[in-house]
Nanobody, 119 residues
Framework: QVQLVESGGGLVQPGGSLRLSCAASGSIANIYRMGWFRQAPGKQRELVANISSGEITDYADSVKGRFTISRDNAKTTMYLQMNSLKPEDTAIYYC?????????????WGRGTQVTVSS
């Protein structure tokens, strides 16, 4: 099992910045991708950004140029630097990771952290 714990959410004014963190623990071997998803009220959960083996990153079009995903050298903590925040970025942000074991993908989720962008 993998445990994922998010932190860093909060209330910020439009144009402001926040940095989310996700700490991974437990059976973290064979994690090949980590990512951030978000879910706004009444909407489906959507991919924000992910980072794969080789530090290949991918972003939703809505956040390109504003958000940056990264992780530490030990690959146990992942970050999401969010700049130029907009009210439409308001959502619960979830940390996700995927492990590949014997051709089977196991997916894990954190409990989420609330991000509210409002004046």
């Amino acid at each position: 099992q993998v445990q994922l714990v998010e932190s860093g959410g909060g209330l910020v004014q439009p144009g402001g910045s926040l940095r989310l963190s996700c700490a991974a623990s437990g059976s973290i071997a064979n994690i090949y991708r980590m990512g951030w998803f978000r879910q706004a009220p009444g909407k489906q959960r959507e991919l924000v950004a992910n980072i794969s083996s080789g530090e290949i990153t991918d972003y939703a079009d809505s956040v390109k140029g504003r958000f940056t995903i990264s992780r530490d050298n030990a690959k146990t903590t992942m970050y999401l630097q969010m700049n130029s925040l907009k009210p439409e970025d308001t959502a619960i942000y979830y940390c996700n990771c995927q492990r590949l074991i014997r051709a089977t993908i196991f997916q894990y989720w954190g409990r989420g952290t609330q991000v509210t962008v409002s004046s």
